[in-house]
């Protein structure tokens, strides 16, 4: 029983192909091909007044030199947070479950800011592991804490993302579960889980989106620190 409660955030495979490079692929299909014309409909107006919003918060922070990434952050938030919402439908896989991919997204972001502060300005980057006034025979032990901590930024970034969605997909099937097994037995019962179950979805789909954005955030003020 247990197990196949986890079964959902197993790779599908249709004819000996992983249907997860699928998943991956489709949120590209729902953006609006590029045509002559900037609006061409309602929906590319609303993505592009969505995508302009996301940029602006995203690069309002940085100075001119970090607008460089300004393509980078918008796409990948824009991916995680239509992978991390197609996941919330039925009989569909969530790609960002998997810590695998989200370590693949995470490390090599936050290591592209790191090698780009330690070439631009290496002593402020440097300097971030021993904060200023630091008494002398705390120094050693502080700069090993600094450096265990910036190291493990990528590990925390991959593994909030793929827990809070784990998390919320697991609840999601349990209260489901319930809520079909309680229905021949305790209608009423079953009607009240049901009520949880959808004030649950409307907070999962809060946290698909909540979850992209923190993820594309942090990147961002991580690159802020090495500009």
Request: no cysteine; charged share 5%.
């Amino acid at each position: 029983m247990n197990l196949s409660f986890f079964d959902q955030f197993t790779s599908p495979h249709l004819l000996g192909i992983p249907l997860i490079l699928i998943s991956m692929l489709f949120p590209t299909l729902l953006l609006p091909s590029p045509t002559n014309r900037w609006i061409t409909n309602r929906l590319s107006a609303l993505q592009l007044w969505f995508t302009h919003l996301v940029t602006k918060q995203l690069m309002l922070p940085l100075n001119k030199g970090g607008h460089k990434w300004a393509l980078i952050l918008t796409s990948l938030m824009t991916l995680l947070l239509m992978i991390n919402l197609l996941g919330l439908l039925p009989y569909t896989f969530t790609p960002t479950t998997q810590l695998s991919m989200n370590m693949a997204l995470a490390f090599p972001l936050w290591l592209a800011t790191l090698l780009t502060g330690l070439r631009n300005q290496p002593t402020t980057s440097l300097g971030h592991l021993l904060p200023e006034g630091t008494p002398t025979p705390l120094i050693p032990a502080l700069i090993l804490i600094e450096t265990a901590s910036l190291l493990i930024r990528p590990l925390a970034l991959g593994v909030r993302l793929t827990a809070n969605l784990t998390a919320g997909h697991l609840l999601i099937q349990l209260i489901s579960t319930a809520t079909t097994a309680l229905l021949p037995i305790l209608p009423t019962v079953s009607t009240l889980t049901m009520m949880i179950l959808l004030l649950l979805t409307i907070l999962e789909i809060a946290v698909a989106m909540i979850q992209a954005y923190v993820f594309v955030l942090l990147l961002s003020l991580y690159l802020q620190e090495n500009i």
